[in-house]
């Protein structure tokens, strides 16, 4: 796994930062935000288990982020949803 020493969710995928886990693929992780808009369960955060700088660094790793996000949505039976990545 490559992993950066200073990326925050690279700690969180290592266990080394807490998190509250929502749902865990051998690829990715789907965890709660520490703050704020997650506190309803409404806001998830999919975080795949390599490193990326942005969701345009890899575009495989971003399909499968997608593929993962798309796939708890439903699993969640939320019927609206916006999956939405940062550059
Ligand atoms: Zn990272």
Redesign the pocket.
Known sequence: MK??VN?V??AIVAGELPATLVREWADALAILPRTGVGERGDHVLVLPRV??ATAIEDPVVTGMVSTRGAQLAAELGWTDANLIYNV
Request: glycine content about 0%; overall charge neutral; proline content about 0%.
């Open positions: 992993t950066t990326c969710f690279c490193h990326v």
